[in-house]
């Protein structure tokens, strides 16, 4: 009887598994629907996507590991240094980053003018070092992480630097992998900010330009969703086994 | 001295977040209290007065308060229930934590491609929906089964041991210890829910159909107009409800824990 019911939810589980999984396998069989077109145009005869393709590939990649570094150190002081106005200024980080692009997109149209990176890489990328996502993130995991380890570490290595290398950092493995991956895929996704903050069109990124049925974009989709995807099977265990282990108290 | 050093380490983050994030806020509330784009003359509440009175906005903060109100619960509901049967039943098998994974790392084009080849003529209400949960639940999956199984199997067979059912271990043993995982999660979810103006733009333009019509639309097609005082008031209102949100959840949070440890 038991073990009836485990098949039973198993099947469910598996079924709902499927139909995670379909879009993409129906995303890949419609590309080589007409043969390899698509793909031929894709990488030898029509450029214009792999250079998108490449802007893209700047953008997520610098945006994302910048995120990172700015947000394990910014992390660390919010978790683990004891201020004052620690706790409203993280409030303010959270209220920030529940805000959608588009409630302030005027004026970081207008302050991406002033600053002179208006349709360049550096509007999107600037704007993606700094969210307040990977601080929120990361602080939420390292304040499960005991005091007394890293009072300890301190005493050892006299450094603060020292101490985040060697103390913090492998321990927040997981959550930084999770972050790379989450915000790399956001800034590969992204599709309102270029198409205000930038107008030459070589200049977007692939996802704002994916429009369309001709062969070639089909392909191209395939291609741009690659990649995420190949970040996610190389984690995968990290991101499976870590990522949520840390949020638990 | 040392503590002093360590604040530095906050300065690169919070300079950018100031300059990306708080500067074009600050601008939003310098227009939402001027009269024009040529005149900073201070109007007190007319822009918002005269923004309450456009039937556009409330549809908009409308359309997008149902979509809300709708796809966090159902989609928290959903993560969690998914979560509890794979904890239970199938706690080992990677690949199928590996399904629910992969949509959140994909492209929302591809997804919009697809909806677009074969279910062009749904319901778009209906079919965001049903988008958002696709996309987002599986995070939410990975996020509390992985605090499920944290859950030291003691506290389980203790809770038996004093005659206790299914939903009451789910109740008193389970919540409690997943509680602030759900918290985090929530957040999360309230954030990528208002970003389901990504996949709604994808499929629909700048002018959708009534019932999806957001506020991230409104403010999209004022920004082309270049309404200052229009979205600075609304840029205003706007932060002030996500504010109201985050300050009620924090409450909780703190209220429900404390009574619980």
């Known amino acids: ?19 995670m999984v379909m879009p993409i396998v129906l995303t890949v069989t419609r590309s080589f629907a007409p043969g390899l077109v698509g793909y031929t145009d894709f990488f030898l005869w029509k450029p214009y996507y792999l250079r998108l393709f490449c802007n893209s590939l700047l953008i997520a990649s610098v945006g ?13 002081v919010f978790a683990k240094v004891k201020f004052r106005g620690s706790g409203v200024l993280f409030f303010v980080y959270i209220v920030v980053m529940m805000m ?23 509007a999107l990328i600037l704007p993606g070092i700094f969210s307040a996502f990977g601080t929120f993130i990361l602080t939420q995991i390292l304040k499960t992480m005991p005091d007394d380890i890293i009072e300890a570490a301190k005493l050892e290595t006299g450094s603060t630097l020292r101490l985040l290398w060697y103390v913090v950092l492998p321990n927040l493995r997981g959550g930084i992998v999770c972050l790379l991956v989450l915000q790399f895929t956001e800034l590969w996704n992204m599709v309102a900010e270029p198409l205000v903050l930038m107008e030459t069109e070589l200049k977007m ?14 392909a191209a989709t395939v291609v741009f969703l690659f990649l995420p995807f190949l970040l996610y099977l190389l984690f995968s265990d990290t991101l499976r086994e870590e990522v949520g282990s840390m949020v638990v108290k | 001295m040392k503590k002093r050093s360590d604040l530095l380490l906050l300065l690169p983050s919070l300079c950018g977040f100031t300059a990306f994030y708080i500067v074009p806020f600050l601008y939003s509330l310098y227009y939402a209290f001027t009269e024009n784009a040529f005149s900073d003359k201070f109007v007190g509440l007319a822009n918002f007065k005269m923004l309450l009175e456009n039937e556009y906005f409330r549809l908009a903060a409308w359309n997008t308060f149902r979509f809300s109100i709708l796809a966090v619960p159902v989609c928290m509901l959903f993560s969690f229930t998914v979560a509890m049967l794979i904890a239970r039943f199938a706690a080992k098998s990677g690949i199928l934590r590996s399904a629910f994974f992969l949509p959140i790392v994909l492209p929302s084009a591809v997804i919009v491609g697809i909806w677009n080849a074969y279910f062009a003529e749904a319901v778009p209400f209906a079919s965001l929906l049903a988008l958002f949960l696709w996309k987002y639940s599986g995070l939410n999956i990975t996020l509390i089964l992985t605090a499920l199984l944290t859950i030291p199997h003691e506290q389980y067979e203790a809770a038996s041991l004093d005659g206790a059912g299914a939903w009451q271990k789910t109740w008193s043993v389970t919540l409690p210890n997943i509680l602030p995982s759900l918290f985090f999660t929530l957040i999360l979810t309230i954030v990528n829910s208002l970003k389901i103006f990504r996949e709604s733009y994808l499929l629909y333009g700048y002018y959708p159909d009534e019932s999806v019509y957001m506020l991230q639309n409104y403010l999209n097609n004022h920004f082309a107009k270049l309404n200052y005082q229009n979205i600075g008031a609304a840029a205003v209102l706007f932060a002030l409800v996500v504010y109201s949100i985050v300050a009620v959840l924090f409450a909780l949070e703190k209220k429900w824990s404390d009574s619980i440890w």
Do not use: C, E, H
């Open chain 1, 100 to 122: 959608p692009f588009q409630v302030t997109l005027l004026p970081q149209y207008i302050v991406s003018r002033d600053w002179g990176i208006y349709d360049t890489p550096a």
């Open chain 1, 1 to 19: 009887m038991v073990k009836l019911r485990r098949i039973l939810v198993v099947l469910i589980l598996s079924a709902l598994a499927v139909i």
């Open chain 1, 64 to 76: 994302a590991v910048g995120n990172v570094i700015v947000s394990v150190l910014a992390a660390y």
């Open chain 1, 205 to 218: 990124p692939l996802a704002a330009m994916l429009n369309g049925d001709a062969p070639v974009v089909l």
